[in-house]
C-alpha cells in the first residue's frame, strides 16, 4: 500500500540492487547493522558527530533519530531523501540524496554506507549510480558532488569511476581528530556521456511538490 508520503514512495531499481525509500518498517531492519557497527576497521570513514562506531552504544537510537529529524525538516530549501539498499531484497545499507536551494542551484550531493560483509562487491558504485540516475534524470539536477577523507579508498574510488573530477580539499574531524577531506564534482554534461540505461525509476512525479519542484 502507498504510503502518503511521497518521499518513502520513491525507488531507484538496478540489476544489482534496489534504493527504497525509508520507511519506518525498513530503518527497523537496518537498526540490527547500525547496533554491530558500521566502521569497524581504520581508517575511520566519518566525519563527526556520527553514531556508527562499534563503541557507541546507543548509537542505534542517535541514528534513528537523525533520520526522523531530517525528515521533519524537509522543506523546499533544503531536503535530504533516505533509501534503504536492498539486494535480493534484504537490507544492507544506507543511501542519501541531499540539497539545499536545489531551485536555484540544481545542485546535489550524497551520503551512503554498507554494513561491512556488503562491501567488496562493488555495491557501492551500483548504488552511487542509481542515486545520480535519480538526481539527474528524475529531478533535473545540474551538479553532483562528493567528499570523502583522502584515505577512504572506496568512497574516492566509486567517484573516480563515475567520471566525478577533483574539487578541491577541505579538514574535518573524525573521532575528535583532524583529517583531510577529498572534494569531488560531477557535472550533468559528464554523467549524460556515461549515462546508463538499465536504471528505472518510480514514484518521482508525486514527490516533486515536497521538493519544491512541482
Not at 16 to 40: F, H, K, N, S
Not at 104 to 116: E, I, K, M, Y
Not at 170 to 185: F, K, L, V, Y
Request: aromatic letters at 10%; glycine letters at 8%.
Amino acid at each position: 500500500m502507498p504510503h502518503t508520503y511521497p518521499p518513502l514512495n520513491l525507488a531507484v531499481r538496478t540489476p544489482r540492487l534496489t534504493l527504497a525509500g525509508a520507511t519506518d518498517d525498513l530503518l527497523e531492519r537496518l537498526v540490527p547493522l547500525v547496533r554491530a557497527g558500521i566502521a569497524d576497521t581504520e581508517p575511520w570513514p566519518f566525519d563527526d558527530p556520527i553514531s556508527f562506531y562499534a563503541d557507541n552504544p546507543e548509537r542505534e537510537w542517535r541514528w534513528l533519530r537523525a533520520v526522523w529529524a531530517g525528515r521533519s525538516r524537509m522543506s523546499p530549501d533544503a531536503w535530504r531523501l533516505y533509501f534503504a539498499v536492498l539486494v535480493d531484497g534484504e537490507p544492507v545499507g544506507m543511501q542519501d540524496l541531499v540539497a539545499t536551494d536545489f531551485a536555484r542551484f540544481g545542485t546535489v550531493s550524497s551520503f551512503a554506507w554498507l554494513a561491512p560483509g556488503a562491501r567488496g562487491r562493488g555495491l557501492g558504485k551500483e548504488m552511487r549510480a542509481a542515486l545520480l540516475e535519480l538526481a539527474f534524470a528524475g529531478l533535473g539536477a545540474q551538479e553532483a558532488g562528493s567528499d570523502a577523507f583522502v584515505d577512504n579508498v572506496a568512497s574516492n574510488g566509486v567517484s573516480r569511476a563515475l567520471g566525478y573530477e577533483p574539487n578541491g580539499a577541505d579538514w574535518d574531524t573524525r573521532r575528535g581528530e583532524p583529517a583531510r577531506i577529498q572534494r569531488w564534482r560531477l557535472t550533468r554534461d559528464t554523467w549524460e556521456r556515461h549515462r546508463r540505461n538499465d536504471i528505472e525509476l518510480s514514484g518521482v512525479a508525486e514527490c516533486l511538490p515536497v521538493l519544491g519542484l512541482a
